[in-house]
């Protein structure tokens, strides 16, 4: 994985973010999983010139914990609280990694939050498993 030298940011960042709505409404295709292995990868062991460094299995825990507990009892306006403790999560870390995720993961929820009311916890599921191969990715590449 390369990084793109004009903005500092990880290349691929722009992909999740145009495709996760997509995954989101229609579901996880095989363009989702690799997005979420290459992901995985680089929150696990970003390129150098990276500015925050790897994230840590408890880093990432923070967001899975309340996206678990949500899968068991689907909540608007609690998933969209995920959104400021991600925010919080990726200024407390300081760097591209968090706020990479921060930003698809946003992305999924926002998509989420426009949907009718009765489509809401189906299509969670899928934002739910879209993050879940992230961290199992992460894990994968020698996450901590």
């Known amino acids: ?8 940011s990880w290349h691929e960042k722009s992909t999740g973010i145009n495709n996760i709505s997509k995954w989101v409404t229609e579901g996880i295709d095989e363009d989702a999983i690799k997005f979420s292995e290459n992901l995985g990868r680089f ?36 998933l969209l609280m ?30 989420i939050a426009g949907l009718p009311k009765e489509e809401q916890p189906a299509k969670f599921k899928n934002l739910a498993a879209f993050f879940e191969a992230v961290l199992a990715y992460h894990k994968a590449n020698g996450g901590k």
Do not use: C, V, W
């Open 43 to 78: 929150l696990a062991k970003p390129p150098r010139d990276i500015r925050g460094g790897a994230l840590s299995t408890s880093q990432i825990r923070i967001a899975y914990g309340e996206i678990t507990r949500l899968k068991m009892k689907f909540n608007l306006s609690e």
């Open 82 to 111: 995920l959104k400021p403790k991600l925010a919080y999560a990726a200024a407390r870390a300081g760097g591209e990694t968090y706020n990479t995720l921060y930003e698809i993961i946003s992305q999924g929820i926002q998509t």
């Open 1 to 8: 994985m390369s990084h793109n030298g004009r903005n500092n």
